[in-house]
């Protein structure tokens, strides 16, 4: 089976600071890794993965994730944040042998300040 | 055009009643997926299918009855409604059950209010 750990429920983080928002996971088998981003009141959106090569993924509004398989984790950077960032972010994981069942984490909520 | 869509949006009811929400999607997907996101934020499968097959049923009260009557449609019933059921249910759909996962696509949810 596999788990997600987000070490850190909350983030504040004032306008155009770096935010960082760790994840950890646990798994027997290679996994995909995702974060997806759920702005208030709205459904989830992908924001961005990992499915193998370059362990550096970019998306196209700044953010990034670098996957550490040695460490276990899938930490999400931005290094200027603005207001609209303000949003709860999941980090997720999935593997073949499991379905690709995606399993979450419980989610970062970051508040961006001005 | 709504990739995966959700019917209700708001849904409002008392204890014991029972309910359903529906969801379609239009991606061509052959997997779709029940998610329930509690007060907390907390995001939990309940179901999934593909292609019509059950293939993830996790442990959820048998008051939850999925049906899906064709691989484009997951609809989600619940019967006797409980406070604890409040919460909101998301569908989603993906196309990958083997192989490599892009990702899934979620609809944009339905809040279950019980009182």
């Known amino acids: 089976a596999q788990s997600v750990t987000q070490l850190d429920s909350q983030v504040p983080v004032f306008e155009e600071a770096p935010v960082e928002l760790r994840c950890n996971y646990s798994?027997?088998?290679?996994?995909?890794l995702f974060w997806y981003v759920q702005y208030p009141n709205q459904g989830l959106q992908l924001l961005l993965k990992y499915l193998s090569g370059s362990t550096l993924v970019k998306s196209i509004n700044g953010f990034e994730a670098e996957f550490n398989k040695s460490q276990t984790s899938f930490h999400l950077r931005k290094p200027s944040v603005h207001i609209s960032d303000t949003a709860e972010y999941f980090c997720?994981?999935?593997?073949?042998?499991?379905?690709?069942?995606?399993?979450f984490g419980g989610g970062t909520r970051v508040l961006v300040k001005p | 055009d709504t990739a995966v869509s959700q019917t209700p949006k708001y849904l409002v009811t008392q204890m014991g009643n029972d309910k359903s929400i529906k969801c379609e999607q239009n991606l061509g997907h052959d997997t779709m997926y029940w998610y329930k996101q509690d007060s907390k934020k907390f995001l939990k499968i309940m179901f999934s299918?593909?292609?019509?097959?059950?293939?993830i049923n996790e442990t959820v009260p048998n008051r939850f009855s999925p049906k899906s009557p064709d691989k484009a449609h997951l609809n989600l019933h619940i019967n006797s409604l409980e406070l604890g059921d409040s919460a909101v249910y998301f569908c989603a759909s993906s196309q990958a059950l083997t192989g490599m996962n892009y990702g899934y696509t979620f609809g944009s949810g339905t809040r279950l209010t019980v009182v």
């Open positions: 299918y593909n292609n019509k097959e059950l293939i």
């Open positions: 997720a994981v999935s593997a073949v042998a499991a379905g690709n069942k995606l399993t």
């Open positions: 798994s027997s088998v290679s996994v995909y």
